[in-house]
């Protein structure tokens, strides 16, 4: 990672040049600039905003996510599972720590800091030719879209790795090294920047700027950032927040600014947090102009989403729609990973195109499901039938030829009338953030907090829905706290099955060692029985890192 930081440093023009997803970000800036001078206008950082969202299409962050949350866990089985390989060994837990995968997941979530930093470390550059109360609020939607994707890459790093470095946003040859900050100060980092995005962002992004990451998608990453801190079983200030945070996102109850920020005017005053938010400085105001009160009531964000199977235009689409072309930032979406075809066949980085879902499902797919597994999960459940076994037709009429006794998931398919011109190329979404795990999140918490009654309400919100897709009556049944909350995580399983989630959901449960090494002991390879409780929660600093950095870098326990 520090020799590719050099190298960054030195290629900074080269990298924020990068175009991200041109059909919903704003064109690049075409010409040069020195250093000092480039950030100077609203486009130019926009640009750096781009290569900083083009890390999310990349082969390396999307081959890195399912790796990890889907094929390590107990939901798939997998095409390279042998101990020669690294990724058989990656998925057994017999890995070391220089497993590339391991590698390669530090590196590009760092890669996207980095340009993340690149945005937030030069905001300050901007001159605005006029006090147009909309200019600096462009500049500040383009600072808190760079809070929100760091906070995002740093999350990814924290689950995967522990407490990790913190690195400055702005680089130079005297802080290379840098030793790993706890996992309490990482968590209080990414807080403060989804915290600090929720307050700068428009609700949600739609029509040409739809795919932006927008208020609701913070605090919907927010509400899991502070899942992840809490504790099943134990009262915490982490669940109490998230009860607070679901009131105003599902609820509708009102929030200020100053709750979502927990703003305490003795570390920073009002006006000085407004002029680094890039909120207008109230001597520049018109009469006309709003001023942010640390009381001003927050955007309502429980009309902007939905558990209703509506697409964009709030027109009804099925429940499996959500995940093809069709349902791109329909309703119940709040944030995708936006992929572009480059309709001339390029493969690869240089293509936005997400062919990993290609891969997924085909006639030789990377992982499947069994039938014993998908009964383990839905039961009777009418989500199942979006997995289909070999030789069994699509929605659109299309064989599936997976394999014999393989099941792959609908949520990877592409429809026919939706797939590119070119092999290679792909222009579907991946859906990253929704609100049914809102809402579960909100019900979790509730549970948490001693309220099952209101907990199962908002359980049986996501199980009404469901209903609707066989008309079907079933709900949940209330009870006490520990059957409240596994009714709550079968939901879960249920609804985001073969998301990429599902290893680091089991994590944060603290059950992942008790899953995942029953699931070992019924596989012929034993993949998974060898999960060791209380390491390999976590995966270790890769072996590269601790080298570069003389030991500054220490490593996880047991490793």
């Not at 709040?334 to 062919?355: L, P, R």
Request: with cysteine; glycine share 8%; charged share 25%.
């Amino acid at each position: 990672m520090i020799k590719n930081l050099i190298k960054y440093s030195f290629a900074c023009l080269v990298m924020i040049s990068l175009s991200g997803c041109e059909d919903f970000l704003d064109k690049d800036v075409l010409g040069y600039s020195t250093d000092e001078d480039f950030y100077d206008t609203r486009y130019k950082l926009q640009s750096a905003l781009d290569a900083t969202y083009d890390i999310l299409q990349s082969d390396t962050f999307n081959d890195s996510d399912w790796r990890f949350g889907e094929a390590t866990a107990d939901d798939v089985w997998g095409a390279d599972e042998g101990l020669s390989s690294q990724m058989g060994q990656l998925v057994s837990f017999r890995f070391t720590t220089s497993n590339s995968y391991i590698r390669d997941r530090w590196e590009i979530n760092y890669k996207g800091i980095h340009r993340a930093n690149e945005v937030i470390a030069n905001a300050h550059r901007v001159q605005l030719s006029n006090d147009d109360y909309l200019e600096y609020k462009r500049v500040r939607e383009i600072l808190g879209q760079a809070k929100f994707l760091r906070a995002l890459f740093y999350f990814n790093l924290v689950k995967t790795y522990g407490g990790v470095p913190i690195r400055p946003e702005v680089e130079s040859v005297d802080n290379l090294v840098v030793p790993r900050s706890s996992l309490e100060e990482c968590y209080a980092y990414i807080e403060k920047d989804l915290r600090e995005a929720a307050i700068m962002l428009d609700t949600r992004y739609v029509r040409t700027d739809a795919g932006k990451a927008g208020s609701g998608a913070a605090v919907a990453l927010l509400m899991k950032v502070l899942m992840y801190q809490a504790t099943p079983g134990i009262q915490s200030e982490k669940w109490e927040e998230m009860v607070r945070l679901g009131q105003y996102f599902v609820d509708g109850m009102s929030m200020t600014y100053a709750e979502m920020l927990q703003w305490n005017d003795s570390q920073e005053d009002w006006e000085t947090l407004r002029k680094r938010l890039w909120f207008k400085p109230r001597e520049l105001n018109n009469a006309t102009d709003p001023y942010e009160e640390p009381t001003s009531a927050m955007p309502a964000l429980h009309t902007a989403y939905s558990l209703s199977y509506a697409d964009c235009y709030g027109a009804s689409i099925g429940y499996i729609d959500q995940f093809f072309q069709t349902g791109e930032f329909c309703s119940g979406s709040i944030f995708e990973v936006v992929f572009k075809e480059s309709a001339d066949g390029t493969e690869g980085d240089t293509n936005e195109g997400g062919y990993v879902f290609d891969d997924m499902y085909s006639t030789s797919p990377i992982i499947w499901s069994t039938d014993n597994i998908l009964t383990e999960i839905y039961g009777s459940d009418p989500r199942r039938s979006f997995n289909l076994g070999h030789q069994t037709y699509t929605p659109d009429g299309e064989l599936c030829q997976c394999g014999p006794g393989k099941f792959v998931s609908l949520k990877w398919y592409t429809p026919v009338k939706e797939r590119p011109q070119n092999g290679g190329d792909n222009g579907k979404n991946r859906r990253y953030l929704r609100y049914a795990d809102v809402v579960l999140m909100y019900a979790e918490a509730l549970n948490e907090c001693g309220n099952g009654a209101a907990a199962l309400e908002q359980l049986n919100k996501c199980k009404a829905q469901v209903n609707t897709l066989n008309n079907g009556t079933t709900l949940y049944n209330g009870g006490g706290y520990g059957y409240m909350r596994d009714q709550i995580w079968e939901e879960r399983r249920k609804e985001f099955a073969f998301e990429w989630d599902r290893f680091f959901d089991l994590v944060r449960q603290k059950r992942a060692a008790e899953v995942i090494k029953a699931y070992g002991a019924n596989r012929a390879n034993r993949r998974g029985y060898y999960f060791r409780e209380g390491v390999n929660e976590l995966f270790p600093i890769p072996q590269s890192e601790i080298d570069v950095s003389n030991g500054v870098v220490t490593q996880n326990p047991g490793y």
